[in-house]
Antibody, heavy 115, light 111 residues
Framework: QVQLVQSGAEVKRPGTSVRVSCKASGYTFTSYGISWVRQAPGQGLEWMGWISAYKGNTNYAQKFQGRVTMTTDTSTSTAYMELRSLRSDDTAVYYC????????WGQGTLVTVSS | QIVVTQEPSLTVSPGGTVTLTCASSTGAVTRGYYPNWFQQKPGQAPRAVIYSTYNKHSWTPARFSGSLLGGKAALTLSGVQPEDEAEYYCLLFHGDAQLWVFGGGTKLTVL
């Protein structure tokens, strides 16, 4: 069965970076892309961008351009999302989801940014 | 900035029918926006229910249906069950900007 398993919760200081991983199983990793979505506490969903697991092409939401990098490691079927220059309003649960249709989701990774 | 708008909240009686809508600030929503719908319950990850306007996933109950209605994407629940109480989000693809944008969500109460 398709599964996306994300890395554990992180606590970060403002100005630092975080990298969240998303390990895929149960399907051919390079046949689908991975999107990243975040949800601040009590707020809605926010699309951050996506990466093609086959070619590594990326497309980022304008809000995150210059601050986010999405990568994949096809040898381990793992996608990564790095967010830099963290601020307190980056505190959120970060999800990975399989493209297309965002049909399968990871369990989410809580990133807390606090001094 | 692209804004996708949903009803903030709706209430429906058990067994009733309710339609949630999803509009884009860029104009009428068409199939080219590939509307997706997601259900999210408290403390859980979102669950996909509809993709590309009207297609159901293998786990989507038959009472859920997607469509286009009056220039918006729509999600209709017929014969609503108590377990359908949740937040529902739409997601639209904006081809000119090559961006996906979520709506703000609709809190559906079954009462």
């Amino acid at each position: 069965q398709v599964q996306l398993v994300q890395s554990g919760a992180e606590v970060k200081r403002p100005g630092t970076s975080v990298r969240v991983s998303c390990k895929a199983s149960g399907y051919t990793f390079t046949s689908y892309g991975i999107s990243w979505v975040r949800q601040a506490p009590g707020q809605g969903l926010e699309w951050m961008g996506w990466i093609s697991a086959y070619k590594g092409n990326t497309n980022y939401a304008q809000k995150f351009q210059g601050r986010v990098t999405m990568t994949t490691d096809t040898s381990t079927s793992t996608a990564y999302m790095e967010l830099r220059s963290l601020r307190s309003d980056d505190t959120a649960v970060y999800y990975c989801a399989r493209v297309y249709g965002l049909d399968y989701w990871g369990q989410g990774t809580l990133v807390t940014v606090s001094s | 900035q692209i804004v996708v708008t949903q009803e903030p909240s709706l209430t429906v009686s058990p067994g009733g029918t309710v339609t949630l809508t999803c509009a884009s600030s860029t104009g009428a929503v068409t199939r080219g926006y590939y509307p997706n719908w997601f259900q999210q319950k408290p403390g859980q990850a979102p669950r996909a229910v509809i993709y590309s306007t009207y297609n159901k996933h293998s786990w989507t109950p038959a009472r859920f249906s997607g469509s286009l209605l009056g220039g918006k994407a729509a999600l209709t629940l017929s014969g609503v069950q108590p377990e359908d109480e949740a937040e529902y989000y739409c997601l639209l693809f904006h081809g000119d900007a090559q961006l996906w944008v979520f709506g703000g969500g609709t809190k559906l109460t079954v009462l």
